[in-house]
């Protein structure tokens, strides 16, 4: 199963871009790299994904490696809103099952 | 706006009641899982359902059953519960189409059992 590897942890300030890495050595040429964060006290809530090409949206945007072995999470500027616990995840199989592993618990200093 | 419900935020049980989990998706969706989440362990899959009456084990379902009598509801369902099913149980729904569709999760249940 292709798995994926985040730092534990990591701190910002706020107001200042985030770059959260993610490695996937093993990803296959059909796994979605998707991204969800988990603010305290709620259910995860989807971020971004994608396949090859980099990716943005109102949240945040995904920057992907040539050879898909690698990923970032780029929070173009962080707020205290923005302090959670961030996923990198890899789906696979006909039913795109995502396979969670322990994510990086993003601490934003004022 | 997609909205997954469970019925409810904290429960404390005795080990060995039987235990019923229940979660409703507002959105049509033809799939749902059922996660238990644990400190330092993320999300691990217990059971999923693709329709109706459908079901399929995850990674750890072990000491659980489910039940989706109704698309919009699906249950789990802990038959002995035990001190070691103490944890933070989250629904999931998703839809289906072009892939992938993002999970939206509920608020999660935050079950102790003693």
């Known amino acids: 199963d292709a798995k994926t590897t985040q730092p534990n942890s990591m701190e910002s300030n706020e107001e200042e871009p985030v770059h959260l890495p993610c490695n996937h050595s093993t990803i296959s040429g059909t796994d979605y790299i998707h991204w969800y964060r988990q603010l305290p006290s709620q259910g995860p809530e989807y971020v971004i994904h994608g396949l090859t090409s980099n990716v943005n949206n109102r949240m945040a945007s995904l920057a992907i490696a040539e050879d898909r072995k690698s990923s970032t999470l780029i929070l173009h500027r962080a707020t205290l809103r923005d302090a959670a616990v961030y996923y990198c995840?890899?789906?696979?199989?006909?039913?795109?099952?995502?396979?969670w592993g322990a994510g990086t618990k993003l601490i934003i200093k004022p | 706006d997609v909205k997954v419900t469970q019925s409810s935020r904290y429960l404390v049980k005795r080990t060995g009641e039987k235990v019923f989990l229940e979660c409703v998706q507002d959105?049509?969706?033809?799939?749902m899982f059922w996660y238990r989440q644990d400190p330092g362990l993320g999300l691990r899959l217990i059971y999923f359902?693709?329709?109706?009456?459908?079901?399929e084990k995850g990674d750890i379902p072990e000491g659980y059953s489910v039940s989706r009598e109704k698309k919009e509801r699906f249950s789990l369902i802990l038959e002995s519960a035990s001190t070691n099913q103490t944890s933070m149980y989250l629904c999931a729904s998703r839809g289906t189409g072009e892939p992938p569709y993002e999970q939206y999760f509920g608020p999660g249940t935050r079950l102790t059992v003693t």
């Open positions: 995840i890899l789906s696979m199989d006909s039913n795109y099952q995502l396979i």
């Open positions: 959105m049509d969706h033809e799939n």
């Open positions: 359902s693709y329709d109706v009456k459908m079901k």
